[in-house]
């Protein structure tokens, strides 16, 4: 089992910067990725960064430019530094951790931390 624990949501204006850090706890080691997704009322789920053990990144087309993703050289914590934050970034941030279990990908969510961008 992986548990992971998101901080550093919360209220910005508009052209804000906001951090976001998840921190993996449990069989860490199973983990070979871990990034960060967000659902707004009424949407969809959707990413919004994502990296492995490796150094790959990905990036939604929404936030590219604006937020970068990092970790710690173990994996367990991951970053997201979110900058010119915009009203439509407002929505639900949640870290997703991918491990390999036994022979099984795993997929592990935190609980989510609400990030809201006034005008």
């Known amino acids: 089992q992986v548990q992971l624990v998101e901080s550093g949501g919360g209220l910005v204006h508009s052209g804000g910067s906001l951090s976001l850090s998840c921190v993996g706890s449990?069989?860490?080691?199973?983990?070979?990725?871990m990034g960060w997704y967000r659902q707004a009322p009424g949407k969809q789920r959707e990413l919004v960064a994502s990296t492995t053990e490796t150094g790959a990144t990905r990036y939604g087309d929404s936030v590219k430019g604006r937020v970068t993703i990092s970790t710690n050289n173990t994996v367990n914590t991951v970053l997201l530094q979110m900058n010119n934050l915009k009203p439509e970034d407002t929505a639900v941030y949640y870290c997703k951790a991918n491990a390999l279990q036994e022979g099984r990908i795993r997929d592990y969510w935190g609980q989510g931390t609400q990030v809201t961008v006034s005008e």
């Open positions: 449990g069989n860490i080691a199973s983990i070979y990725g």
